[in-house]
T-cell receptor, first 109, second 111 residues
């Protein structure tokens, strides 16, 4: 079957750095995306990695290792507004998009 | 530029009935994805339409179906509703790149 694993919950303090890991097992792989979803809101796109390495976008960075079927989202200088759920998603064979169950991030003052 | 729109916002049905959910993609986007998100859970891939054709579907029974119209808007139909179909149904559109743009969702409640 196809599956993505990510931690269910992470807690960090304002100003800190947090890393959310994602491991995947899918039929076919085109790339790994990350989405943010605030309570009651729709998911919004954060980043996409098709090749190995680190992609940086402001305070957020995303990493991919295709050989390890692993990626992570790194959030720096955490702010209260970063409290949300974060989903990794794989663009798999047949262009299906398979989402992880999400990691709920709590940012404390 | 208008985003992805979905209607209705909320829908209440009784078990056994049929539900129809609608989605209008961003202008210029030809692909539409449908997802089911049960309360507090992740997104489960339902269906993918592109250029008017169903391209792929997730592990859902055939009573979940849909279509895409010539203007690329899409409709999701759920027949013979069951209590466990209660969820937020999200539609996303894309211009065939990796980024999906999500609509606000339709909250379906089955009683």
């Amino acid at each position: 079957g196809q599956s993505l694993e990510q931690p269910s919950e992470v807690t960090a303090v304002e100003g800190a750095i947090v890393q959310i890991n994602c491991t995947y097992q899918t039929s076919g792989f085109y790339g790994l995306s990350w989405y943010q979803q605030h309570d009651g809101g729709a998911p919004t796109f954060l980043s996409y990695n098709a090749l190995d390495g680190l992609e940086e976008t402001g305070r957020f960075s995303s990493f991919l290792s295709r050989s390890d079927s692993y990626g992570y989202l790194l959030l720096q200088e955490l702010q209260m507004k970063d409290s949300a759920s974060y989903f990794c998603a794989v663009r798999a064979g047949g262009f299906k998009t398979i989402f992880g169950a999400g990691t709920r991030l709590f940012v404390k003052a | 530029e208008a985003g992805v729109t979905q209607s209705p916002t909320h829908l209440i049905k009784t078990r056994g009935q049929q539900a129809t959910l609608r989605c209008s993609p961003i202008s210029g986007h030809t692909s539409v994805y449908w997802y089911q998100q049960a309360l507090g859970l992740g997104l489960q891939f339902l269906l993918w339409y592109d250029e008017g054709e169903e391209r792929n579907r997730g592990n859902f029974p055939p009573r979940f179906s849909g279509r895409q119209f010539p203007n690329y808007s899409s409709e999701l139909n759920v027949n013979a509703l069951e209590l466990e179909d209660s969820a937020l149904y999200l539609c996303a559109s894309t211009d065939s790149t990796y980024e999906q743009y999500f609509g606000p969702g339709t909250r379906l409640t089955v009683t």
